[in-house]
């Protein structure tokens, strides 16, 4: 097979993912994209590893710890979009804007249950 | 955009051995499935339907999945599927039924900077598939011979050389897990007052 179907498809695949990133309005589409780009880098180390028929099979292995973190990051990215959706009432990315540099910030539609939100006692202590 | 890359691969590399006119059936499958998964991805990133975008997630990751196994790695294809397929794509669902999206079509699904994201994803995709082309346009994979990716080869490896990465991943594992149940615990006046206590 030649290496460049492969690597062009992963290219492909990886330039999709960043223009979700770049587009896409709600945080777990943010997300979504994101696991597109991990797979076309899992792609591209495994079509590399079994073109260069390493003894060690680094990518393989590699690819293998790459999926396992991204379920990792998949798990604290939505506990953190859960977490900022019940805080703030959206979960989009264009309306967090509170680290905005220019700007006062916005009041914030505050629909989310109100509880105030106090420092976490672990970052606080 | 493949088929330009088909075009200039085979009118630079007409003097490679194999032949990219007359490619193998294992290359005609690979070129298929992609397709298709470049399709659902792309639909992925556009639809302005949110649950509609994870279930053809599914549709994008199955396809890697399969191209995994056309380059013979197959213990990495059904991780991809019980991994991705089984727990990640259900872990969006999750996520976007917790945080109330809308079942119908959502018209700001995408940003202001549509046009800006797109120009960049072009460029990007035009540098680097100019590129790869450009180096790899004679290069081949041997994909005869013995399986390079079957579970027998993939725990061997994985248990021989890279056992401390690997002990090292799941105490990782263990740490996300902590923490996005730290994270995701409503703080309720159990929570409070024991921290309070705590403190």
Known sequence: MHLAYPAVLAAL????????????????????????????????LVAFDVWLRDTVHAGQALTLFTIAIAAAEIGIGLAIVLMVYRNRGTSDVDRLRDTVEGREPAPTSDSAPAEPTAPRPEVAA | MIGTTLAAAAAAGSGA???FLSPSGVEIAFLL???????????????????????????ALGGIAVEYLLLTAEFIAWV???????????????????????????????????????????????????????????????????????????????FRHWVLPFE????????????????????????????????
Request: hydrophobic share 55%; net charge positive; glycine share 10%.
């Open chain 2, 168 to 199: 090292a991943l799941s105490v990782l594992l263990l740490a996300a897990l902590i923490g996005a149940i730290v994270l995701s615990r409503k703080n309720g006046d159990t929570g409070t007052a024991r921290q309070e206590g705590k403190r």
């Open chain 2, 33 to 59: 499935v992609g397709l298709a998964t470049l399709g659902a991805a792309v639909v992925t990133v556009t639809t302005k339907q949110l649950v509609h975008a994870a279930l053809w997630l599914v549709v």
């Open chain 1, 13 to 44: 695949l990886f330039c999709t993912g960043l223009y979700g990133v770049l587009a896409r309005r709600n945080a777990i589409l943010v997300l979504m994209s994101v696991e597109l780009m991990l797979n076309a880098v899992n792609l591209n």
């Open chain 2, 80 to 158: 991809q599927v019980l991994i991705y397929l089984g727990s990640v794509v259900v872990l969006l669902l999750f996520g976007l039924m917790l945080t109330k999206a809308p079942i119908g079509p959502s018209p700001d699904a995408d940003s202001g900077n549509r046009w800006v994201a797109l120009g960049v994803a072009v460029a990007a995709a035009g540098a680097l598939v100019w590129v790869v082309v450009d180096a790899f346009r004679t290069t081949w994979i041997d994909l005869d011979g013995p399986v390079q990716g079957s579970t027998a080869v993939s725990g061997e490896i994985l």
């Open chain 2, 17 to 19: 051995s194999p032949g």
